[in-house]
C-alpha cells in the first residue's frame, strides 16, 4: 500500500470521523490554507464545533487515528469488508496536528476516535498515549474528548479519564438484539460494563464540597453515547426506553442520535433509504423534555402513534393538542412544573414568569415579552387580559403550527 501524506490522511480520517455525532458537530467555515504549505483548512480537515462542559461552543479537530478496523459491523463505513480508502495516523502525527492547528488558533481542542487495530487495549493504549503527551509534554491545556473502547482493560479508561475532559462510549443500537444481529463483535455487556466503570470513577473523582484536598480531576464533562436511530426496525419508544435507561442508571452527560445513513455495498439487512432528519430531531427534543422538563418517556411517545414521535410539530406540543384538559394554564397562578408543559414556554421564559408575576400581575404582552413566540403560547395560558375561550378545544388546532405549505396539503386532503 502506498504511504499516504499527513494531508491525505487528514482528509480520509477527518471524512471518517464525520460519521461520529458524539461531539455534537456542526461545520466550520471560512479559513483556507490548501493554497499555502501548511495545514490547517477548514474546509474538509475535520474542524467542527462543540460544546464543552462549561456551555462555551468550540472548535475541536476532529478525527479518527484509523479507519482500519478488526470488526465487520454491518452499518460501518469503515467495517472490516468495506472497500474504503484506509489510512491511519502515528500518535506524533496527532499531536502535531493538533499544536499546529491550535498554535494558528483555528481550533481549542480535540476529538479523538478510532477503528479497533490488532485488539482493544492496543487502540485505547495508542489514544491514551495522544492525550499523555499534549498534557505531560506539550502542555495542552484545550478541550480533549476521546472515545474509548467499551472491552478495553479498566487501567486503560482510568488513565484516559485523567488526560480528557470527557469520555464516551457508543451504544450503538437502540436494543442489545439488534447490536447483536447488526455487529456480532460487540457486546452491549462489555459497554454497559465499561459506562458503569466510569461512571463510578467519574463520582469518585468528584470529591465532596468540605474536602481539602480535591481529587484529581477524571473527565469533568462526564461521559456520552451515541445511537444510530434508523438502521433497524425500533420505533423512537425504543429508542427512548435505551435513553431512560442510560441517563439514569450511568449518569450520562448526553445521549447523541445520528440518523442512520446509506453506505456503500452495504448489506441486504439495513434500509436502502435513510430516515427522515426530522426524526432525529425530534428525538433530540423528547431527549430535552425527559432531562429538563419533567417529562416521562411513555407522556412523549404518546403524542405520536405506534412509538412513533409526530414529525409535524414538537413532542411538547404534540402532548398539549393530546391533552387539551390539562389547559388553559394561568400564567399567574400555575406552578412551574405546569408552565415547563405550556407549548412554547421554554426553561429560561418559565423563570422570567415566575420572577416577573411576584411584583405585578402578568398580561399577555407581558408573556409576549419574555417568550419566542406567543402565536405558540396563546391557545394554552391564561391571564390578566387574555383567555383563549374556545381556541384551546378547535378541532384543526394543529395545523395552524405547521408550515403553510404542509397546511394548504392538509386543507386539500379535504376535498
Same mark, same amino acid.
Given at each position: ?322 391533552? %387539551?384538559?390539562?389547559?388553559?394554564? =394561568?400564567?399567574? /397562578?400555575?406552578?412551574?412544573?405546569? @408552565?415547563?408543559?405550556? #407549548? !412554547?414556554?421554554? &426553561? ?20 409576549? %415579552?419574555?417568550?419566542?413566540?406567543? =402565536?405558540?403560547? /396563546?391557545?394554552?395560558?391564561?391571564? @390578566?387580559?387574555?383567555? #383563549? !375561550?374556545?381556541? &384551546? ?23
Amino acid at each position: 500500500m502506498p504511504t499516504l501524506d499527513l494531508r491525505t490522511k487528514l482528509a480520509v480520517l477527518s471524512d471518517a470521523a464525520k460519521y461520529d455525532a458524539s461531539c455534537a458537530s456542526s461545520g466550520a467555515a471560512g479559513r483556507n490554507s490548501v493554497k499555502s504549505k501548511g495545514i490547517g483548512s477548514t474546509e474538509g480537515s475535520g474542524i467542527c464545533h462543540a460544546y464543552a462542559p462549561d456551555g462555551r461552543c468550540i472548535s475541536l479537530l476532529k478525527i479518527l487515528l484509523t479507519n482500519f478496523c478488526i470488526y465487520d459491523c454491518v452499518y460501518c463505513i469503515n467495517r472490516s469488508s468495506s472497500n474504503v480508502q484506509r489510512a491511519r495516523f502515528s500518535v506524533d502525527e496527532v499531536v502535531a496536528l493538533t499544536m499546529n492547528f491550535y498554535r494558528r488558533n483555528y481550533i481549542e481542542g480535540l476529538f479523538l476516535s478510532s477503528g479497533i487495530i490488532r485488539n482493544s487495549d492496543y487502540t485505547m493504549e495508542e489514544m491514551v498515549r495522544v492525550a499523555r503527551k499534549l498534557r505531560l509534554e506539550e502542555n495542552f491545556s484545550g478541550y480533549i474528548h476521546l472515545k474509548t473502547i467499551p472491552d478495553a482493560s479498566p487501567a486503560l479508561l482510568e488513565e484516559a479519564g485523567l488526560f480528557a475532559d470527557r469520555l464516551s462510549v457508543n451504544i450503538e443500537m437502540p436494543t442489545d438484539a439488534t447490536l447483536s444481529a447488526l455487529a456480532p463483535e460487540k457486546d452491549a455487556r462489555d459497554i454497559r460494563r465499561s459506562m458503569g466503570h466510569l461512571r463510578a470513577k467519574i463520582e469518585e473523582h468528584k470529591g465532596e464540597k468540605r474536602d481539602r484536598t480535591k481529587p484529581q480531576r477524571f473527565s469533568a464533562g462526564g461521559q456520552s453515547t451515541q445511537m444510530i436511530v434508523g438502521a433497524d426496525a425500533s420505533t423512537d419508544d425504543d429508542v427512548l426506553i435505551r435513553s431512560e435507561n442510560l441517563y439514569g442508571n450511568y449518569r450520562l452527560s448526553r445521549v447523541y442520535y445520528s440518523a442512520f445513513s446509506p453506505i456503500p455495498d452495504s448489506s441486504s439487512r439495513l434500509p436502502l433509504l435513510k430516515p427522515p432528519m426530522m426524526r432525529e430531531h425530534r428525538l433530540y427534543q423528547a431527549d430535552w423534555l425527559m432531562r429538563f422538563y419533567g417529562f416521562q418517556r411513555a407522556e412523549i411517545v404518546s403524542g405520536g402513534e405506534g412509538g412513533m414521535l409526530d414529525l409535524a410539530v414538537d413532542p411538547k406540543l404534540a402532548w398539549a393538542l393530546r391533552n %387539551r384538559e390539562s389547559f388553559p394554564v =394561568d400564567v399567574n /397562578r400555575a406552578d412551574r412544573e405546569m @408552565l415547563l408543559r405550556v #407549548p !412554547g414556554l421554554g &426553561t429560561r421564559a418559565v423563570k422570567r414568569i415566575l420572577s416577573t408575576r411576584r411584583h405585578r400581575t402578568l398580561r399577555l404582552d407581558d408573556v409576549a %415579552r419574555l417568550c419566542q413566540s406567543i =402565536d405558540k403560547v /396563546r391557545p394554552f395560558v391564561m391571564a @390578566l387580559d387574555w383567555s #383563549p !375561550g374556545g381556541l &384551546t378545544d378547535r378541532e384543526r388546532l394543529k395545523e395552524s403550527f405547521l408550515p403553510k405549505a404542509k397546511r394548504a396539503a392538509s386543507q386539500l386532503e379535504l376535498f
